[in-house]
C-alpha cells in the first residue's frame, strides 16, 4: 500500500491526526507500554473533535506537551485518512496516565518503529514540507 498526500482544503473523512514533533534540535518520538518499538505521536480523532483538536489531546497524551506550536502539514491517505501536522514543542509536563511509557528524542527517524509502513513517509513528507516554507531542520 502507498501513503498519498492531499492539499488541506480536499475534503476527505479524517480519521486519525498524526504530529512530527520537535524540541530543540531533535525530534520527539513515544513509545507504547506493551511495544518496544517507537512512534510517531498520534491517533485517533473522538466523535466531536476536530483534527486540530485531537492533534493537541494526541500530543499532550503521548508526549506531555505542554507549551508548543502546532501547524496542520497536510491530508495524508494510507489505509483511511488522516491529518498530519508538525509541532515545534516548548515545554513538557509529567506524562499523563496513558498507553504510553516514555518519549524519546531522536536526531531523525528511528529504525525501530511501529509502523514503518507508514511512519517514514509522514516524517519525509514534513522534511519536505520544512524545505519548502525554508524552515530551519
Request: hydrophobic share 35%; glycine share 8%; proline share 7%.
Amino acid at each position: 500500500m502507498n501513503v498519498s498526500f492531499y492539499p488541506l482544503s480536499d475534503d476527505k473523512p479524517l480519521k486519525y491526526s498524526v504530529i512530527v514533533a520537535r524540541y530543540g534540535c531533535k525530534w520527539v518520538f513515544c513509545r507504547h507500554k506493551n511495544r518496544d518499538t517507537l512512534e510517531i505521536p498520534g491517533g485517533h480523532i473522538e466523535k466531536g473533535e476536530t483534527a486540530l483538536q485531537a492533534a493537541r489531546r494526541e500530543l499532550y497524551e503521548e508526549t506531555g506537551a505542554a507549551e508548543y506550536d502546532i501547524t496542520p502539514v497536510c491530508i495524508y491517505g494510507y489505509s483511511d485518512y488522516g491529518m498530519l501536522f508538525y509541532a515545534v514543542i516548548k515545554r513538557f509536563e509529567p506524562l499523563p496516565e496513558s498507553e504510553i511509557s516514555g518519549i524519546v528524542f531522536a536526531d531523525g527517524l528511528p529504525q525501530n518503529l511501529t509502523y514503518p509502513a507508514i511512519q517514514p513517509w509522514l516524517f519525509g513528507r514534513v522534511i519536505d514540507y520544512l524545505k519548502e516554507e525554508k524552515c530551519q531542520l
